[in-house]
């Protein structure tokens, strides 16, 4: 156990401090637009890919974590997955004719995408070496970017993409070797069946997608290039931030069957968040001026608003696999659309007050809650929030202790370091054991 969350944690964490570290370099050296562009890109890497997935990869998750014949269905899914990839290519550039947007050339890598079969790496037991994948599938376009802007300024976004096509083929390959599948499948005349199979936790899963990084494809018709930038500085943790639960969440992903580990995966949710209360909430512009400089000083508000997003996501970090994994499609299917559509309906909305800079945040608070409240109330009705909530309670005097030190210190650098190291300390010495139980022990 302890060398499985060592590991991942090291992968993962170097994976998105490098992500976050590329961001804050993008929005200050080479400005809004340009952070805007790679926001645009990474959504629509992610959307591609949901698209491709539709359900297919989660449902594939599902029997590879519980069936020892998986390799048939994996088969199927690569099939059709691939013939659905060579569609978005035919698409994507017919569009090219009417009109001209860096964000397209993504589709032309739809098949690569397709192909890539470490999603299933989680499934079947082996979250390091996925976790390795995703490390160098992150690390190749990021490095692109700082490296090339030296040179290039601005138009690095294009090696941007160039090398992101490079990290999912280089996933690709390394993953069928590791399964011991073949890399390329035929594609499939029907795959529009398989698809058809799975359409309801293939809406939830876009779902999903489009209430992370993909709400800012179906809102940038509503925002300026430079204000869709602003919300991808934060915006950006954000997604890390759902991307270390979602790890959490995948490493245990066979665990999930047992009764209980629901909610140790929670309270370790919960842990996290309740750290990030400390600098997006407690600290806002000290953290902003470390991380921006001055970019946000007037609108220092939105670290607080997606901090408060976060907080919520933590109380439910394995509630949707759990109702996955109990085969309650329907229940994921519908609160997710109802976040979606109060999410979309809050970013426009806002998008046309004086601050539009603040609707993406606004939105996803609200989509967050009415996934707590939803997912949560079908998973154990009212006992889920008790539980979780009465782990808030205990966990209260930490954060309080910060507080106190904001109020001692002021906003400062030094309050900031101090409870950060506070929190860190006390939560490792009382709340190890969520990490190291020897319950939740399976070799890699």
Known sequence: MIKRV???????????????????????????ETAGYIGLIDATIIMVATIISFGIQLSVNRNVATQLSWRSTYTLAQSARLSLGIL???????????????????????????????????????????ARLSLIRVALPNLAVLTGSYFIGP???????????????????????????????PPSRKFYKIYFKYARVGLFQLSYAILVTGILLVTKGFYSLAVIGLVVGILKYFEVFKGVLRIIVQAFFRELKKPGTN?????????????????????????LDFLYDDVYKDIELILPLFG????????KSSADMRV?????????????????????????????????????????????????IGLGYHINKWTFFKERLWFLVKLMPIILAAL????????????????????SVTTFFFYRKLLFDSSFIIHD
């Open 308 to 315: 408060i997003a976060m907080f919520l996501a933590s109380f």
């Open 6 to 32: 060592f590991w991942i944690a090291l992968y993962t964490g170097l994976a998105q401090v490098l992500s976050l570290f590329t961001i804050s370099y993008v929005v200050r050296n080479l400005g809004e």
């Open 155 to 185: 138009q690095a976004i294009y090696l941007y993409v160039l090398f992101a096509g490079i990290g999912i083929l280089n996933s690709g390959l390394w993953a069928s070797k590791i399964n011991q599948v073949p890399y390329i499948f």
């Open 404 to 423: 106190i030190i904001r109020w001692w210190f002021g906003e400062q650098s030094i309050g900031l370091v101090l409870s950060l190291g506070l929190y």
């Open 263 to 287: 909610l140790r995966i929670d309270k370790a949710g919960i842990l996290i968040g309740g750290g990030m209360l400390i600098p997006a909430i407690m600290f806002p512009h000290v953290t």
């Open 88 to 130: 978005i290519v035919v698409i994507g550039s017919l569009s090219f004719f009417f009109s001209w947007d860096v964000t397209k050339w993504i589709y032309l890598v739809a098949p690569l995408i397709a192909l890539n079969g470490d999603y299933s790496l989680y499934g079947h037991g082996k979250p390091i070496a996925a």
């Open 324 to 372: 996955l994994m109990q085969k309650k499609d329907n229940v994921n299917l519908y609160t997710y659309l109802i976040a979606l559509v109060t999410t979309i309906g809050i970013s426009v909305g806002i998008s046309y007050s004086d601050y539009p800079v603040y609707g993406i945040p606004s939105g996803l608070i609200a989509g967050e809650f009415i996934l707590l």
